[in-house]
């Protein structure tokens, strides 16, 4: 098994920065998949931001530009670093993990306000 601890959501005004990080552990793959999702109330789940073992990435479009994720393979860390942040970024946001086997590992979210 794998589990996920979030950390560093909170409050933050528009145009504002917050760093998010991930740390897992556990039976983690060397080839596997980790990203962060969010949820804003009464909307879907949505990807955000994945990164491969190998370091290959991929953004949703509404974040491209204002986010940066990063893995360190060797800590087990995935940063998530949110820059311009806008008030249609507040949601709980969860870090994910997946990998070969198919197995999928969710942290328990952390929450993202962002004040116009």
């Known amino acids: 098994q794998v589990q996920l601890v979030e950390s560093g959501g909170g409050l933050v005004q528009a145009g504002g920065s917050l760093r998010l990080s991930c740390a897992a552990s556990?039976?983690?793959?060397?080839?596997?998949?980790m990203g962060w999702y969010r949820q804003a109330p009464g909307k879907q789940r949505e990807l955000v931001a994945s990164?491969?073992?190998?370091?290959?990435?991929n953004y949703v479009d509404s974040v491209k530009g204002r986010f940066t994720i990063s893995r360190d393979n060797a800590k087990n860390t995935v940063p998530l670093q949110m820059n311009s942040l806008k008030p249609e970024d507040t949601a709980v946001y969860y870090c994910?993990?997946?990998?070969?086997?198919?197995?999928?590992?969710w942290g328990q979210g952390t929450q993202v306000t962002v004040s116009s």
């Open positions: 994910w993990y997946g990998d070969y086997r198919g197995y999928e590992a």
């Open positions: 556990g039976s983690i793959f060397s080839t596997s998949i």
């Open positions: 990164i491969t073992s190998s370091g290959s990435t």
